[in-house]
């Protein structure tokens, strides 16, 4: 519960309606309230941390000015929402975010009336409010609808679909669309729009100048609306308004974002103009923390730290996660195969090309929060003969389907795909999850798909995908594997050919990726064959029906979706083949996992050593005792 005393405005505040019956002049203290409380409460537990410090102000002026829920705010990349949760109800179990049964690290629609849109990828905001608006329009209602994107989001195709879109409809639907502009994604805002947005940071004093000139004129007399008229002309001159106001928004800004007063003068002023509108607000990420404005990169989503002294540098482990595996042959294989280009849609840090972006910054390329654009760049690269690495995670991957069959795979271009996050990924929840890959690759020709059972097969693979001629995918999981010894070299694997890593009877496991370890220790305890099967595409064919011939059935083991899956490949096989023999496939459950720890989802599905023996015995009760052949009728 929170410290009344400590906080003595922010603990009376149970829902936005509260926050409305406080003075305006409270507001700053407010403000300062929940900005410590964030600070408190992320600190001690874990979370997204310098986008929602970012954002304080803005939250409070938003749920202060609209009446929310019946008017709707729609919050873009959605890990800047922590102050909103806090204001609508759910204050005093921020501490449980991310974790099991705790809150959802962004907005979820079951979780508050207040969450309008689901929100864990970027660049969604303006399209669903704008959904909204229209919707509110064709029923006559007067709500009004606000999408706060921010954070990099503007970077993204599908924000400029919205706005052109928007601007263009008759009627004009009544939207509000608030820019956050703090420069920053996770690591720093890449592009043209980029420039062309801090040219206004640079010029302090027309904006200033063009502000008070403003709100010193009588609203309505014939100086005002001789400026008004002429406004967007001298806009042009200075700023980048025209950009959207060519879309066909007006444009207002830029605003302090953390200066309270000028915040909820300008958005009174917007609240009651009609039409598509478009208030530019400049943030800090991090505000209020030191060490965050200090380096936001850091400090952008955290594991609990002492809030007095910040985030303090553990020693290694020693054992390397599977994306520095990647980094490191990556800057291996640059060094020794100059074509290689590498390419990342705004995630340097969580792929693991920091060190590639220093050492080969000629060849690294950020595309910003682009999924679509990174693997059609990725196409025109190796039509002219370069050999591009698209390195992103497993569920950004999905927003760029269309290109990846389309522009890649139907053409059969040499590129390869990194895909990290692959699986079960844990507390940032089912949007983050990585279950779908395996599915949505190995239905698409000219692909091949491995994935690794430790990290010197990770390496291997990655160099197998880099050097066949056409398209191929690596995925992988978050965090470390087995511990086993990485070889510097930059050999391949042969492409199609499984590993038996234990020779039992009965029955045989057949485990793709992260499931390696754990068919392990299971065969060890049933005396079962154990198969590292390395690629899905294509299948090991000839091993699998030999083992037909020897054992008495299969278990296959995947964490991914079991729909179209890999343990789905070794069914059809077996079907096409005629082979009645018994089959038992583990693997994802048709449902979106919630956020939990790694090892409290896979215990949850069944898929660690307890679940999977208990899986094969509820199927094969006398297991043990029976001989090799004896199982297909189980």
């Known amino acids: 519960m929170i410290d009344s005393a400590r906080y003595p405005l922010l603990s009376q505040i149970d829902s936005p309606s509260d926050l409305r019956t406080l003075p305006e002049a409270q507001l700053r203290a407010c403000a300062d309230e929940l900005r410590d409380y964030l600070i408190e409460s992320v600190s001690g537990s874990g979370g997204h941390f310098g986008a929602g410090l970012g954002v304080v102000e803005l939250t409070l002026a938003?749920?202060?000015?609209?009446?929310?829920?019946?008017?709707?705010?729609?919050?873009?990349?959605?890990?800047?929402?922590?102050?909103?949760?806090?204001?609508?109800?759910?204050?005093?179990?921020?501490?449980?975010?991310?974790?099991?049964?705790?809150?959802?690290?962004?907005?979820?629609?079951?979780?508050?009336?207040?969450?309008?849109?689901?929100?864990?990828?970027?660049?969604?905001?303006?399209?669903?409010?704008?959904?909204?608006?229209?919707?509110?329009?064709?029923?006559?209602?007067?709500?009004?609808?606000?999408?706060?994107?921010?954070?990099?989001?503007?970077?993204?195709?599908?924000?400029?679909?919205?706005?052109?879109?928007?601007?263009?409809?008759?009627?004009?639907?009544?939207?509000?669309?608030?820019?956050?502009d703090n420069q920053m994604s996770i690591s720093e805002n890449v592009g043209a729009l980029t420039k062309i947005l801090s040219r206004l940071l640079t010029n302090p004093t027309l904006v200033r100048m063009r502000e008070r000139t403003k709100r010193s004129l009588r609203r309505g007399s014939w100086l005002w609306r001789f400026l008004r008229r002429w406004e967007?002309?001298?806009?042009?001159?200075?700023?980048?308004?025209?950009?959207?106001?060519?879309?066909?928004?007006?444009?207002t800004g830029p605003i302090d974002g953390h200066d309270l007063p000028a915040l909820l003068h300008a958005l009174r002023t917007v609240k009651g103009l009609r039409g598509p509108q478009l208030l530019h607000v400049i943030t800090k990420k991090g505000k209020g923390y030191e060490q965050a404005e200090a380096d936001q990169i850091e400090y952008h989503a955290v594991s609990p730290f002492d809030r007095h002294r910040g985030i303090v540098k553990k020693p290694s482990s020693g054992a390397p996660t599977y994306t520095q595996v990647f980094g490191d042959w990556l800057c291996d294989m640059a060094a020794a195969n100059p074509l290689l280009l590498g390419i990342t849609p705004a995630m340097r840090e969580g792929s693991g090309l920091v060190r590639f972006s220093k050492a080969f910054p000629d060849r690294y390329f950020d595309v910003g929060i682009a999924e679509q654009h990174s693997v059609t760049l990725a196409a025109g690269m190796a039509i002219e003969g370069m050999k591009?690495?698209?390195?992103?995670?497993?569920?950004?991957?999905?927003?760029?389907?269309?290109?990846?069959?389309?522009?890649?795979?139907?053409?059969?271009?040499?590129?390869?795909?990194?895909?990290?996050?692959?699986?079960?990924?844990?507390?940032?929840?089912?949007?983050?999850?990585?279950?779908?890959?395996?599915?949505?690759?190995?239905?698409?020709?000219?692909?091949?798909?491995?994935?690794?059972?430790?990290?010197?097969?990770?390496?291997?693979?990655?160099?197998?995908?880099?050097?066949?001629?056409?398209?191929?995918?690596?995925?992988?999981?978050?965090?470390?594997?087995?511990?086993?010894?990485?070889?510097?070299?930059?050999?391949?694997?042969?492409?199609?050919?499984?590993?038996?890593?234990?020779?039992?009877?009965?029955?045989?496991?057949?485990?793709?990726?992260?499931?390696?370890?754990?068919?392990?220790?299971?065969?060890?305890?049933?005396?079962?064959?154990?198969?590292?099967?390395?690629?899905?595409?294509?299948?090991?064919?000839?091993?699998v029906l030999e083992l037909a011939r020897t054992h008495g059935a299969f278990v296959t083991l995947e964490d991914n979706a079991l729909q179209g899956g890999a343990g789905a490949a070794v069914a059809e096989l077996l079907a096409r083949e005629g082979i009645a023999t018994g089959l038992l496939s583990l693997g994802l459950p048709d449902a979106f996992l919630e956020h939990a720890s790694r090892e409290q989802l896979l215990a949850e599905c069944g898929l660690d050593a307890d679940g999977v023996k208990s899986a094969i015995l509820r199927r094969w009760p006398q297991l043990p005792t029976l001989a090799p052949g004896r199982l297909a009728a189980g």
């Open 388 to 543: 591009p690495v698209v390195a992103i995670y497993s569920t950004f991957l999905q927003r760029a389907y269309d290109q990846l069959i389309h522009d890649v795979a139907l053409q059969d271009l040499d590129v390869l795909f990194a895909i990290d996050r692959a699986g079960i990924v844990g507390p940032d929840g089912a949007t983050h999850a990585g279950s779908f890959d395996l599915s949505f690759l190995r239905c698409i020709p000219n692909m091949v798909v491995m994935a690794p059972a430790d990290e010197n097969e990770c390496r291997r693979m990655l160099s197998t995908g880099f050097l066949h001629p056409g398209a191929a995918a690596v995925r992988y999981p978050r965090g470390t594997g087995p511990g086993v010894a990485i070889d510097p070299s930059l050999e391949p694997l042969p492409i199609g050919k499984a590993e038996v890593r234990r020779q039992g009877r009965g029955i045989a496991l057949l485990a793709f990726g992260a499931m390696v370890p754990v068919a392990e220790q299971v065969g060890a305890d049933l005396d079962a064959s154990v198969v590292n099967m390395r690629f899905v595409k294509p299948l090991d064919e000839a091993l």
């Open 62 to 180: 938003l749920h202060y000015l609209y009446e929310t829920p019946e008017d709707r705010i729609v919050w873009d990349v959605g890990h800047q929402c922590y102050p909103h949760k806090i204001l609508t109800g759910r204050r005093d179990r921020i501490g449980t975010i991310k974790k099991k049964d705790g809150l959802a690290p962004f907005p979820k629609r079951e979780e508050s009336e207040y969450d309008t849109l689901g929100v864990g990828h970027s660049s969604t905001s303006i399209s669903a409010a704008l959904g909204m608006a229209i919707a509110s329009q064709r029923k006559g209602e007067s709500r009004r609808t606000v999408a706060v994107i921010g954070d990099g989001a503007m970077t993204a195709g599908m924000a400029f679909e919205a706005l052109n879109h928007g601007g263009d409809l008759s009627p004009e639907p009544d939207l509000l669309v608030i820019l956050n």
């Open 232 to 251: 967007e002309h001298w806009k042009g001159m200075f700023m980048p308004s025209t950009l959207f106001e060519e879309f066909g928004f007006h444009y």
